[in-house]
């Protein structure tokens, strides 16, 4: 048996590897591939079962003040036509999750400079009051008291990525944030009971084999509720406009199947960048340890100005269609749709990261 069969077996008894010995699964071809997609795939099985939480993402904002170098709508695009929506666009749109099926509305944005604690908070409320759905938020790092207060007005869950644990690359990528910021505001997250999400972008430039097994490994130390991966793809209007994926495709995916099987109970989205890598990406990934789907239920006539990267699927569809279509993904794959929030499975420890 190679030493690679022998860190996935050891991994699989609940064993955590070194970097060195992660690298060398990510390496992995052919039957080894498989298994690790297998074992994944029966990880979710046996902690999560047949089930795939819908989580509805409102993009309600591409406002951004922030410049980082792979982001389609930062700061410094001046292609990229800015919208904000009302917090009556943003209530019905959180309807319409519900009643197409979606246990949590994610509300997602740029950090936008104008979306002040208290304007959220009260949007939060009224979402809570209509819907009584999971509500996480996504909009960038906050201060301690704007965390308690969105806690207090109804946000179950926060979604934060560090990114990449390269100090260098985070700190060349985003000009305007330090590595040390985000990881105090998912400190302050967890201590306020927040459940917790973080991930990365798998295959930055000038990523090795490496650090994205560090950043598997900081990932699992952080001990999340929600671990939130996908591809790097270089928008055409950023400084990485001219870099190449990586050229084993699988590498992303493998990824992925390395997450769930060293973090049994996380939720892991098939995040959208998966289905831009290419058309059923998404579906692969739920077949390799993810088991929660994101249907965007942005209204039409903002999503393609919210285009983080190049290619974005179902950007010329209204939420109704893309309901449809996700249902019918799901059925494909002989899985059903999660009922209820979809809340962590993790207990809560108050552990810092």
Not at 96 to 115: F, I, K
Not at 310 to 330: F, H, L, M, T, W
Request: hydrophobic share 40%; aromatic share 6%.
């Amino acid at each position: 048996m190679t030493a690679a069969y022998e860190t996935l077996n050891r991994m699989l008894a609940g064993s955590i590897p070194d970097a060195v010995e992660l690298a060398g699964l990510l390496k992995a071809q052919g039957k080894l591939t498989e298994r690790i997609y297998a074992s994944a795939d029966r990880t979710r099985a046996e902690k999560h079962g047949s089930a795939i939480h819908l989580r509805g993402i409102i993009e309600f904002s591409n406002v951004c003040k922030n410049n980082c170098w792979y982001c389609g709508i930062r700061c410094g695009n001046s292609k990229v036509k800015r919208y904000r929506m009302s917090a009556d666009e943003i209530a019905a749109s959180a309807r319409n999750a519900l009643e197409w099926g979606c246990g949590t509305v994610v509300l997602q944005s740029g950090d936008d400079p104008l979306l002040n604690a208290g304007e959220l908070a009260a949007l939060l409320r009224r979402i809570k009051l209509e819907t009584g759905m999971a509500i996480t938020l996504s909009v960038g790092v906050r201060t301690r008291p704007e965390l308690e207060a969105l806690k207090e007005a109804g946000c179950d869950r926060y979604l934060l990525r560090f990114e990449t644990t390269s100090n260098a690359l985070f700190t060349a990528m985003h000009p305007d944030e330090s590595f040390e910021d985000r990881i105090r505001c998912l400190n302050d997250l967890r201590a306020l009971g927040y459940q917790v999400g973080s991930g990365f972008m798998i295959g930055l430039p000038g990523v090795t084999l490496e650090m994205i097994a560090n950043d598997i490994l900081f990932a699992t130390k952080l001990r999340l509720d929600m671990i939130g991966c996908g591809p790097f793809l270089p928008h055409p209007d950023t400084p990485f406009a001219d870099k190449p994926l990586i050229e084993d495709r699988s590498l992303y995916y493998k990824a992925i199947a390395m997450l769930r099987i060293l973090n049994p109970y996380a939720h892991i989205p098939a995040t959208t960048a998966f289905d831009a890598l290419e058309p059923n990406g998404r579906n692969l990934v739920l077949c390799r340890g993810a088991n929660v789907f994101m249907p965007n239920i942005t209204p039409g006539k903002y999503r393609r100005l919210y285009q983080l990267y190049p290619n974005k699927p179902c950007v010329d569809e209204e939420g109704s269609a893309c309901a449809v279509c996700v249902r019918g993904r799901i059925a494909g794959l002989d899985r059903e749709i999660g009922s209820g929030p979809g809340h962590s499975i993790l207990k809560a420890e108050g552990d810092t990261i």
